[in-house]
């Protein structure tokens, strides 16, 4: 089934070359059936590049969706054109009274600055509040995962000693679980940050289960006890060049920076990476979607007000 998106989002053109099913606005009107609302607050500064990689997993399911891409109002995105954000965003004080089937609050590379020093900190934290009570499911990418633990239960983020950028091997930490349906003995998460949550920090919260973890790059996947939440350390669903492009960026702007761990073949930059996480990262928004959001989410949103 299609994800519905506006009718002329340049990822669209992006998706239908790669056989994704999307269905603009104008179509979705007029079938009759209630899609899942997933909301996606995309706090990274390439906004067209997040978003088209998000939709690229979410289109792969047999759920229909309609997706509303939400911006923050105390920050003032360089990278992505006015005009592009107000055709294509809505401001979160436009959404603050809707409810959402499901919510994605991606990564942001603000993780070498305290939370409480980012610019936007104030609005993140209201919306990760608000989060609980009109998101029936969330899922938390890297520093948006880190910010949220942080705001819900206190845990903080460590520096590491040098950058965790590479692709690396994860296992599952719990057997059988439904996030993981699907999944090989072992699968591979790409990383790029700066920052860790740590496992034993974890550990200590009853309310939650870490699912997967990296012996080279810590814990990988954490899910509340009650399915709401779903906190990634690292990046699923990065495209295969997404590491590429920032190792070569920093290189050329003088940065030193190692080359990402298990990525070119033979350790040879010049060679084209060798994709060994696509696979999972289909199958881990799939399982979200399908058992976390879909099965679980009421018919009427309203009912969200009332938990």
Known sequence: MPIIIPNDLPAAAVLASENIFTMTEFRAAHQDIRP?????????????VT????????GNTPIQM?????????????????????KFYVPFSKVENDNFD????????????????????????????????HGFATFHICWGAQAALYKHY????????????????????????????GFDDAFYIPNSRHTEVRLEDVLKISELEVVAVSEESGVGLIVSRDGREVYAMGHSEYDPLTLAAEYFRDVQRGVAIDKPKHYFPNDDVTQAPLVNWRGHAYLLFQNWLNYYVYQETP?????????
């Open 102 to 133: 499901g919510l994605i609050i991606t990564g942001a590379p603000v993780e070498n600055m305290a939370f409480e020093e980012v610019s936007y900190w104030k609005e993140l934290e209201h919306i990760l509040a608000w989060s609980r009570a």
């Open 51 to 58: 978003e088209t990689q998000l939709m690229r997993l979410l």
């Open 36 to 48: 899942l609302r997933i909301g996606i607050v995309n706090l990274m500064p390439t906004k067209v």
């Open 299 to 307: 018919y009427d949103l309203r009912a969200l007000e009332n938990e």
């Open 154 to 181: 206190g845990i903080p983020k460590h520096a590491l000693p040098e950058k965790r950028f590479g692709v690396f091997k994860h296992r599952a930490w719990v057997k059988n679980h439904k996030l993981l349906k």
């Open 66 to 86: 309609e997706i509303v891409l939400i911006q923050l109002e105390t920050h003032e995105s360089k990278n992505t054109p006015h005009e592009y954000l107000d």
